[in-house]
């Protein structure tokens, strides 16, 4: 089933403004029954150069999805346009079962029309077909939505090639910190650094609209939680109680927090914030840890970790009046941090897996537990928007990485900075 | 029952006499010395506001403060996954306690710290217990709650780095920081 197959370094062009860990995609490993599938140049149908070449986007995230199996451009043995110009037999002497043919031209108000055909070999027929507006400068975040539909009509699962990955970047000596709040696309290209700090910065947490951040930041001295816009960069800080002020996770509305408190008396529980109206109201009290809390899709239940048995566990926690904890994880002795995926069904977890910190994959009805990593001290997992992937940290060389494993276990990616560590990222919702 | 291990450690530096694994009363001390920050803790709802209930007196200052005990260690390690207070500090808390309980005006931070293993928001919530542990065991002996502010830093602040063993045992720990 498994093969070690391309390795493939993409050294990620980024314009405008540079910084300094910038992140490389590389896949380790892929699906020996990937799709193999031709990537046509799209003509420009204008003087000139074309403004931005689609299909080499396209082509490159559909590679580093580990899903797919481009024909290099140099083997195709024609270039065509449209549906009715693919000669299905040619691409099959080439074993491609899918052809992306398409043309870019330009819309009298100044942006630019992507058309683009996708052609099954096997039978010739046209099974996707749409066009694609996009302003001139926008047209790589249109490659990858036209990536996104191609994955879509190929595995029936929308792609998240079009969204952001929020993670924190930590470089400097022990003694001289420098920490930095990034967000970047999901590809590594385009990095931004939202806020920075001497201090720890911890703990990004996505609003559902995707426009802002939730995270834990210390550079009061004292942990405090901010959301930050990013469009404007206004920082609010929504939580500064005494003790620990951790953890946020937003409710699928985005109207309110769960985070944990220690408060005046030093007990972490999980309290719910309203970001409106600053009401809080507490969701455990148990004289244990617990923490780390994430809202189930269906916004009825919170999963945390708690250590009430004498170590970490997952539990589930219904938001009814009266509603008492329900342990989730039986299998071994850690197991913490849980995130939900999209469809609700499964957990993914930092699990002590024979003494190692392992991302595992459980069951959030029956509690089963698959491990899904291979490092030593893995945590800080999270689900792509779509659930197919789960990015989460790692080392490499003793230097903090993000690695993404897919949700079967079967694909392995690592995304490395150029410089300095890398940790907790969080997978943006979809952005469109 | 949280605060048993505490004031195990305070009987047994007072009798000075072997400890029992466990106590099996509990007296009224410790619970009145709680008295502050339960009372505090109770006017929760009130408190929900943004930014308002930083209500440490310590929290910002940087005037007062003052030295710690001559010749004391300000470091307690902790095992693994753990925050009882090992008998082996007993005395070491005793000291600063007896000088925060002496000196009304001095200050302390008490910083709670982990190892790198594990979920870091699950490390902040032990660096917190870490750290309350100590600040208990500081007011059994005396220290006023006014005296004391908790900061947990979970695996955030290493003092070893390093991903073993050795590096291990010096990060998990509460710092006494004096002057804070």
């Not at chain 1, 834990?216 to 800080?237: K, M, N, W």
Request: proline share 6%; charged share 25%.
């Amino acid at each position: 089933m498994l093969r070690r197959a391309w390795i493939v370094f993409l050294a990620l062009a980024l314009p405008g403004q540079q910084s300094a860990a910038q992140l490389t995609v590389q896949i380790l490993r892929g699906m020996a029954e990937s799709v193999p599938i031709a990537v046509v140049p799209l003509a420009w149908e204008s003087a000139g150069a074309a403004p931005w070449d689609v299909a080499a986007t396209v082509q490159a995230d559909l590679e580093r999805s580990g899903r797919f199996r481009p024909l290099p451009r140099a083997q195709m043995l024609e270039l065509p346009h449209a549906a009715g110009e693919v000669d299905v037999a040619d691409w099959r002497m080439l074993k491609v079962d899918y052809v992306l043919v398409g043309s870019l031209a330009p819309l009298p108000d100044g942006r630019v029309e992507a058309r683009y055909e996708l052609v099954s070999v096997a039978n010739g027929q046209r099974v996707l077909g749409a066009t694609l507006p996009s302003d001139r400068n926008a047209l790589k975040l249109a490659s990858h939505r036209l990536a996104d539909a191609i994955y879509e009509r190929i595995l029936g699962v929308r792609g998240a090639f079009s969204t952001r990955i929020a993670y924190v970047a930590v470089d400097g000596p022990v003694t001289a910190r420098n920490y930095r709040l990034m967000v970047t696309d999901a590809d590594g290209a385009n990095e931004r650094i939202v806020f920075s700090s001497p201090e720890p910065i911890m703990s990004p947490a996505w609003a559902p609209d995707g426009r802002s951040l939730a995270y834990v930041s210390f550079h009061s001295r004292f942990p405090a939680i901010y959301v930050q816009t990013l469009r404007t960069g206004e920082q609010v800080r929504v939580s500064a109680r005494s003790g620990i002020n951790s953890a946020p996770s937003y409710s699928p509305d985005g109207t309110q927090l769960a985070i944990a408190l220690s408060r005046r008396d030093g007990n972490v529980d999980v309290y719910l914030l309203n970001l409106a109206s600053q009401e809080l109201q507490r969701l455990t009290d148990d004289a244990a840890i617990d923490t780390e809390p994430a809202w189930a899709p269906d916004g009825r239940s919170i999963y945390f970790t708690s250590d009430r048995a004498g170590a970490p566990q997952i539990y589930r926690i219904g938001l009814a009046a009266g509603e008492r904890p329900r342990r989730i994880t039986f299998e071994g002795t850690y197991n913490a941090r849980p995130r939900v995926s999209p469809d609700g069904r499964d957990l993914a977890v930092v699990t002590l897996d024979r003494g190692a910190y392992r991302i595992a994959v459980v069951d959030a009805e029956r509690g089963g537990l698959r491990v899904l990593s291979g490092g030593q001290l893995d945590e800080s997992p999270a689900y792509a928007p779509n659930g197919a992937d789960i990015i989460y940290a790692t080392r490499e060389g003793g230097r903090g990485v993000l690695a993404i494993v897919s949700a079967d276990g079967r694909i392995q990616q690592r995304l490395a900075a150029s410089a300095g560590e890398v940790r907790e990222p969080a997978w943006s919702p979809y952005l469109n | 029952m949280r605060l048993l291990p505490a004031f195990t450690i305070a009987v047994c530096t007072l009798l000075l006499s072997g400890c029992p694994k466990r106590p099996t009363t509990v007296p009224e001390a410790p619970a009145q010395a709680e008295q502050p920050a339960d009372s505090s803790a109770t006017d929760g709802m009130a408190e929900g506001q943004v930014g308002d209930a930083r209500d440490l007196p310590g929290a910002d200052s940087g005037a007062g403060g003052g030295a710690g005990p001559v010749g004391v260690a300000t470091v307690i390690y902790f095992d693994f996954d753990r925050s009882e207070i090992r008998p082996e500090y007993a005395a070491l808390i005793n000291s600063h306690g007896r000088h925060l309980a002496a000196a009304g005006g001095i200050r302390i931070r008490l910083e709670g710290h982990t190892d790198e293993r594990g979920s870091r928001e699950y490390n902040i919530a032990l660096g917190e217990r870490r750290a309350q542990e100590v600040r208990r065991t500081l007011m059994l002996q005396g220290a006023g709650d006014r005296q004391l502010t908790t900061v947990s830093y979970g695996e955030e602040r290493p003092a070893a780095e390093g991903s073993n063993e050795n590096a291990y045992e010096k990060n998990r720990r509460v710092e006494l920081v004096y002057g804070r």
